[in-house]
């Protein structure tokens, strides 16, 4: 299953009025697999000529996390923000190169279930972020 990668389309799917200023966040940040903080975000949309506020870059990425697009990680104590699939997905961060991969659930299933039995405890399986290093950071 693939995402449709227009915003327009993205946005009205997830409920959102397609405003240019929400547009212009998504587009940054469709297809990239670090998180981008908001003031990261702020510059790279005003470097490109896109003279959008703060406060708005801002309101923008509340909106479209609210929706369910953006995914929020904490980054060296900075909330940062990451597009995502719609599909159901586990979080590999790289604590080097803060790279996200996204895990199919079911990888981690049965490790869950296993959890579960030993502790009794029932993880949510929906959010979980796991840090590491990724196989670049890792290799030779
Ligand atoms: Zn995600
Ligand atoms: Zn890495």
């Known amino acids: 299953m693939t995402a449709p990668l227009v915003p327009d389309a993205q946005l009205r799917g997830a409920g959102l009025s397609s405003t240019a200023q929400r547009r212009a966040v998504l587009a940054l940040l469709v297809g990239r697999a670090r998180p981008l903080t908001a003031q990261q975000v702020h510059v790279e949309l005003n470097r490109s000529g896109r003279h959008i ?7 923008a990425l509340h909106s479209l996390t609210d929706a369910g697009l953006l995914h929020t990680f904490d980054i060296d104590g900075q909330r940062a923000y990451r597009h995502c699939g719609t599909t159901p997905h586990q979080h ?12 199919p659930p079911e990888i981690v299933t049965n490790w869950l279930s296993e959890l579960h039995q030993h502790t009794g405890f029932t993880p949510h399986p929906d959010r979980l972020d796991l840090r590491g290093v990724c ?4 290799g030779p």
């Open 53 to 59: 506020g703060l406060t708005t870059v801002y309101r």
């Open 92 to 103: 590999l961060i790289c604590t080097r190169c803060e790279t996200v991969t996204e895990c």
């Open 135 to 138: 196989a670049t950071c890792t």
